[in-house]
């Protein structure tokens, strides 16, 4: 029977697909070429004739490249997506990118900085046009990468969070909410950052401890000659404070409780005042209040009625007109108000101090809590119903714990502050006139007319909104809110969120909120929380840690030394630099070797558990891709056995084997398993069925006993039929299993074997998912196919332990087997004698004796191998004399307390472990002896 040849981007020919399948799997000569096709042919667009699947990519930052944290999360929605796609459905994975404030802005002024520029010699207009350039010729980084790991995201339709259709969609949320009294501004405390001169948001802010000091100041009681002893680590601050505080309940201060201190230094007085905040241990029970420059001291002051008293400019120095510190870096007021202090008497003592200290993680600067007039959102009439939505089941998290994490950020959530003070972002669409009104509207037109104001002259803001405000709208605005498309009508809400703990708040909760409140729909229906990708100890990757890994160093390779040129780069501290070339020179000894996309992919499903860490150990891609080069030979062997072979498509009859029906039970249950592991994403799980079934069941059972079969020139035409069409029809079926996970390995050899299959189309990612109900389990096939696995292996498992060479045949006689095994035995003979190496076997009925034989289990059957019983003696006494030989040495190298003393510990732990070794091998031979 002659069949149309299949052609495309992976064959040229189907005729001879196995000679065109290279000897070995190389997955740079694949993967950029499928993806290009991919991409050229439209299929990562939308076609399902299902129910509507869409996520929503979490946009990276355009000035951003791919990290490992990236690649982790884009594989589980790749994967996700891949499967949905084949299930039928309607499948969108819309893509984007985030215009990225503040980080993008510094790209753009570190441009200028180096041409002896700053943005205000450019100026707003110009400068926001140089943003713009750089993103057309440098933003598209991270996207280029995207490809690489094999995204299948609908490019047609990539946004970005400062495009006219998102920013319109901006505007309009900005404007609804001030109209409703959400939207206000005031004067508080936000996270400062001196450098960027601007209000930062808390997952800017990287705290860590560090050394430091704790300052125990005397302030004098008013009108007496004692004291108050104030601890503090920032005692530059002192000069804003408003109060002290002590404990309500602490009887060293209740008398004190509304008298007056004298602020050191300042002429001022302070009151005492009772707070149930002051932890009584913590220094000398007494606190020093700065409600400008510290949260904690914000909350005493409103409590309290505390004056707010500014002392910074907004780079940090001090700012009280007539003071002497007046204009002084922090630091420098530090060191000298330090010095008047221990003039005056007045510091009691100083001590070493191990603090949390706030930098910024654009600029390393320390943060400062700072008094500013901002935007802000009134969050608490938007949090109640997202909060609800989550208590009644609109939103499902996985795993559910994290449920808990929201409930308590949402039950304790304060305003938003939403205006940053840059240039580069969403301009904050408020104008105000000379006599400091304001006004907000869509355009300056529209305020305008909306108000009456003529010719008056207006300025609008200078602020921009942070970037997590656009980027709560992602959900709605990417499908074009708020005009009401087909898009948004079909896809909103989305099917699942995918993303890390770490944005739970910044990020999820408050789409949650904005997509209630503008649409009424809930904008996802569950969160898929994964954990932070950690190093194989459990480390945070960092740069100064140098356990970072560049995922396209993983896919292409890198050499030694341009790995470590590539670590050590960007580390300032020469003792960081050298500990790091040490650990990487110790730990990629030869660099790292290009694995491919599909090898890192199936690596980051595997170790996607439910925890909140994420281990990635680099010594498993060498199993996967071993996995890809198992899959590989196994796709050239089928293929050498089935091409221009009968493989049961035509009108011939078939007849399939135990073993085939068993194969065809194991891909139904591996389906099943594939199923249920995809529906709680446990991309774990999937992963390690897939395997399981590929690497053991397929690979190393079916094949090989495939091959019984197909080399039987007494196997009957049906027969062959069989084995072929099983051949081929599990490893077609397996491909589309893996192809979700694995998509360039599956997609290239499924062109060669699909036709074999009868199968066609262009792309397996347009093909149906393998479905647990396209496979019959038999039962009985699988009993059967066990024993006769069973039996093979323990064979092999007598031949190891009595060292006996894998091809020498044996005898083998059974005992005390059942008549249900009896006949198991006659069905497959051919199996147990070909691939156990037996030259006969005999079945011993009732009260028949056996010869000395090594024996071996099978249920309650006894496998029995013939041996000469002087020969093994003697070779097992001979190998009896070489341990002790060999433990004599090792055990006298031990009793050296020279050797035990100088050799390094690992040197003389592995002496230990060979001394351990010995003693177990001594005592299994002699146990054999006895035994013969």
């Not at 320390?366 to 959102?377: D, G, K, R, S």
């Not at 891709?625 to 011939?652: I, P, Q, S």
Request: hydrophobic share 40%; charged share 25%.
């Amino acid at each position: 029977m002659k069949r149309d040849i299949q052609k495309g981007p992976g064959a040229s020919s189907q005729a001879n697909a196995a000679a065109s399948l290279s000897k070995s799997y190389e997955p740079h000569a694949i993967e950029t070429r499928l993806y290009e096709h991919w991409e050229r042919s439209g299929y990562f667009s939308p076609a399902g004739s299902g129910e509507p699947y869409c996520i929503m990519i979490p946009p990276p930052n355009v000035t951003g490249s791919l990290h490992m944290g990236h690649a982790f999360q884009d594989t589980l929605m790749d994967t996700l997506v891949r499967y949905h796609r084949m299930r039928g459905d309607d499948t969108l994975w819309q893509v984007g990118t985030d215009h990225a404030g503040i980080a993008t802005q510094m790209v753009v002024e570190r441009q200028l900085n180096a041409e002896g520029k700053t943005r205000h010699d450019l100026g707003r207009e110009q400068f926001i046009a140089r943003v713009w350039d750089w993103k057309a010729h440098s933003g598209g980084t991270i996207t280029r990468q995207l490809r690489r790991m094999g995204a299948s995201v609908d490019w047609t339709r990539e946004r970005f969070t400062m495009d006219e259709g998102l920013s319109h969609a901006v505007t309009e949320v900005f404007v609804r909410l001030y109209e409703e009294g959400l939207v206000y501004r005031g004067k508080r405390l936000v996270n400062w950052d001196p450098v960027l001169h601007t209000a930062v948001s808390d997952l800017e802010v990287m705290s860590e401890e560090e050394a430091g000091h704790l300052w125990h100041i005397r302030y004098p009681i008013q009108g007496t000659k004692e004291f108050l002893v104030v601890a503090t680590t920032r005692p530059e601050t002192m000069l804003g404070d408003s109060a002290v505080a002590v404990h309500p309940d602490d009887d060293r201060y209740r008398h004190l409780i509304g008298k007056q201190v004298e602020l050191p230094l300042t002429g001022r007085t302070i009151p005492v005042v009772a707070d149930e905040y002051v932890d009584r241990e913590f220094g000398s029970g007494c606190v020093k209040i700065t409600p400008a420059h510290d949260f904690n001291d914000y909350e005493v002051g409103r409590r309290h009625d505390l004056p707010l008293i500014n002392i910074f400019t907004v780079d940090a120095k001090i700012d009280l007109p007539g003071s002497p510190y007046h204009g002084l870096d922090r630091y420098d007021a530090r060191k000298r108000i330090i010095a008047d202090l221990e003039a005056k008497g007045l510091m009691e003592r100083i001590q070493d101090h191990k603090l949390m200290v706030p930098r910024g993680d654009r600029t390393n600067a320390v943060i400062e809590p700072f008094l500013t007039n901002q935007w802000y959102v009134k969050v608490a009439p938007l949090a109640a119903e997202a909060t609800k939505a989550v208590e009644d089941g609109r939103i499902r998290f996985v795993p559910e714990s994290w449920a808990k994490t929201y409930y308590e950020w949402m039950r304790n959530i304060q305003d938003w502050c939403i205006s940053r003070q840059i240039w580069w972002g969403h301009r904050i669409p408020a104008w105000y006139d000379d006599a400091g009104a304001v006004y907000v509207g869509r355009s300056e037109t529209e305020v305008r007319k909306k108000h009456g104001l003529a010719d008056r002259p207006l300025r609008q803001d200078d602020d921009v909104l942070d970037t997590w405000f656009s980027s709560a709208l992602w959900p709605f605005s990417t499908l074009g809110w708020p005009e009401q498309t087909p898009e948004l009508k079909t896809f909103y809400p989305s099917s699942v969120l995918v993303t890390g703990f770490d944005i739970i708040f910044f990020w999820v909760a408050r789409m949650i909120m904005m997509g209630l409140k503008f649409t009424g729909e809930v904008p996802f229906r569950e969160v898929y929380v994964h954990g932070l990708v950690r190093d194989a100890e459990g480390q945070k990757m960092s740069k100064s840690k140098g356990n970072v890994l560049d995922p396209l160093d993983i896919i292409d390779g890198i050499d030694l030394e341009s790995l470590v040129a590539k670590r050590t780069r960007e580390v300032m501290q020469p003792h960081l630099r050298e500990r790091i070339e040490r650990l990487t020179r110790k730990n990629f000894a030869n660099g790292i070797p290009a694995f491919g996309t599909d090898t890192l992919r199936f690596t980051f499903a595997s170790v996607a558990t439910q925890g909140r860490d994420v281990r990635f150990d680099v010594g498993r891609l060498e199993g996967y891709r071993n996995f890809c080069n198992k899959l590989w030979n196994a796709a050239r062997y089928v293929l050498m056995n089935t091409e221009g072979k009968d493989c049961g498509l035509g009108t011939g009859s078939v007849e399939y084997t135990v073993i085939d029906r068993w194969i065809l039970s194991r891909l139904q249950e591996t389906v099943a398993e594939v199923d249920g592991a995809f529906a709680e994403y446990r991309f774990d799980l999937a992963g390690q069925s897939i395997y399981n079934l590929i690497w053991y069941s397929y690979c190393d059972w079916y094949l090989e006993l495939s091959k019984v079969v197909l080399n039987d020139s007494a196997s009957s035409a049906a027969l062959l039929r069989g084995t072929r069409q099983t051949l081929v029809v599990v490893l077609e079926a397996t491909l589309r299993l893996l192809h979700p996970i694995m998509p360039f390995i599956t997609e290239e050899l499924w062109y060669r074997v699909a036709p074999l299959a009868g199968k066609s189309g262009a792309t397996i990612m347009r093909q149906a998912f393998p479905r647990s109900t396209d496979y019959a389990f038999d039962a009985d096939a699988v009993r059967e196919a066990r024993w006769v696995m069973a039996m093979i292996e323990t064979v092999r498992n007598i031949r190891g332990e009595r060292d006996i060479p894998p091809g020498k045949p044996l005898p083998m006689m059974l005992q005390d087997g059942s008549e249900r095994e009896k006949n198991y035995l006659e069905r497959n003979r051919r199996y147990l004698t070909t691939l156990a190496r037996l030259s006969s076997i005999t079945w011993l009925e009732a009260g028949e004796q056996a010869p000395e034989s090594a024996i071996g289990l099978v249920d309650l059957m006894k496998v029995l191998i013939i041996i000469n019983k002087v020969d093994e003696l003697a070779r097992l006494k001979k190998e009896i004399v070489r341990l002790e030989k060999e433990l004599i040495k090792a055990t006298g190298k031990l009793a050296n307390e020279d050797f035990v003393a100088r050799a390094p510990a690992e040197i003389v732990a592995q002496e230990k472990q060979r001394v351990s070794e010995f003693e177990a091998a001594l005592a299994k031979f002699r146990t054999q002896c006895a035994q013969v």
